[in-house]
C-alpha cells in the first residue's frame, strides 16, 4: 500500500497493518469525523492526551500508569541486567489501549461470573476425535482443565484447534479414550462461523430472549445493556447493526447461561481495537475458564496464561511464551534450509547439531517451573491492576456518588484499598519470581 502512488481509503482493524500502511486516521465519532495526522499509534496517542486534559478518569489511569513505571524503575535498581525490565516496559505499552476503550463506555463489556466448581472441570484421558471412524484428526489426548485456566491453542491453520474446541463444546462426538466432564459444567462456546446463528431480520432482544424465555423482557434488556447494547441498539435488527455491536450480541448470547468455561475459536474477526481491547478486560475480569483460539497476538498475550500446541495429530503443552513459539517456527524453518543445503552437498556436523538441541531442551525443561511462577505473578498482577483500573473509573465517575448507595461507595472505597495492598504484595512476589529466573539462567549460562 505505502508504494501505491494514489490516494487510498483503508478501513481495517488491524493495528500493526494501519500502522505500517497509512498516514492519517479519520475518526468517525459519535457523528463526528476528526482528521488525525499520522498511523494509528500516533492517532491514539493525540487522543489520549486531549483525554487526559480533559478527564478526571483518564488523569487516574496516568497514575496507575506512573505506578507501573516506578514499578520498572525499581526492579530495574535491584536487577543486574537491566533487559529485565523490558518484559514489564511492554506491559506499559500494553496498557495504553486499554486505557482507549475506556474512553467509550459504549464498548465495555461485562461477562457474567458463574458459581466455583471443583476442579478439575475436564479430564481427558486417551481421547481421539475426528470426522471420519478410523481417521481421527487428533490422537492419544491426555489433557485436564481447572476453573482458573486460560489457555491460548498454538498451531497452524489446518491442524485441528477448531476440532478440539468443538469437541471440548460438546459439539463432536469423542471416537476414543474417556472424556470426564463435571456435573454442573456450563459452556460458552463462540464458534469459528458464530456469526451464522444471527437472523438479519431479527433484533438483539429477539434473539436473547429465544435463549432465556423465562427471564422478565427488562431483565433481557438490561443484560444487553451489560454488553453495551442500550436500548435503541437492543432493537435495531442485527443485519443493521456495526460488526462490533453484533459480536457484543454474539457475547452475550453465548454467556446467557454463565457459563464456568468460555471456548472462544478465532472471537476477534469481526471486532474492531476498541472492542478488542474490551474483550481483554472483559476476560481478565471474568472468573471462569477460557479456552482461545485467535491469530490476535494482542489479545493472547494480553489474557492468557499458558499455550496448548495443536501439531502432528496432538496436543502438548508449550512451555514458553509467543516469543518462543515464534523462534521455534523460525528455527523449524531455518532446519528446513539447513536440510536442503546439506542435500545440496554441504554437510553440517550433524552430531554437534543434535547435542546443541537436546542441550537447550534440558535447559528449558529446567526453567519451564520458573517461568511459569514468573508468568502467574505477572497475569495475577494484570488482573488485579484491570480490577483496579474499572475501580478507578467508577470512583472517579460523579454519577456513582449518585446512582449508588453511601454504603456500597463504601464499599468499593474498601476494595480500592484492598487491592492496593495486594498490588503492591505482588509486586513483591513477582519481583522475586523475576529474582529466581534471572539467576537460574545465570547459573545456566555459567
Ligand atoms: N466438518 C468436517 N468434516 C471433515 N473434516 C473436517 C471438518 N472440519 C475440519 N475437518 C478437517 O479436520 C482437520 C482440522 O481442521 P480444523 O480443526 O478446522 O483446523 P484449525 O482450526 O486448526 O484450522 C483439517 O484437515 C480439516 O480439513
Ligand atoms: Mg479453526
Redesign the pocket.
Known sequence: MRSYPRTFLLVSHDRHFLNNAVEHILHIDRGKLVLYRGNYDSFEAERRANMTRQTAMAQRQDAARKHLEAFVARFRAKASKASQAQSRLKMLAKMEPISAALEDPTVIFKLPDPEELAPPIITLDGVSV???PGKP?LRKLDLRIDMEDRIA?L????????????MLAGELAVQGGKLFKAGKLRIGYFA?DQEDVLDPARTPIEHLQDLLPNLPPMQVRARLGGFGLTQSKAETPSGKLSGGERARLLFAMVTHHKPHLLIL??PTNHLDIDTRDALVQALNEYSGAVLL?SHDRHLAEACVDRFWL?ADGSVTPFDGTLDDYAKLLADRRKGVKEAAREAAGEPLSKTDRKADRRNAAEARRALAPLRKAVKDAESHHAKLSAERMMLDAQLADPETYTKLSPAKVAELQKRHGELQKRIEDQEEAWMAAEAALEQAQAADAA
Open positions: 475426528g470426522y471420519q484428526v491453542f498451531g497452524a491453520n489446518g491442524n485441528g484447534k477448531s476440532t478440539l474446541a468443538k469459528q475459536d478465532e483460539v495443536v
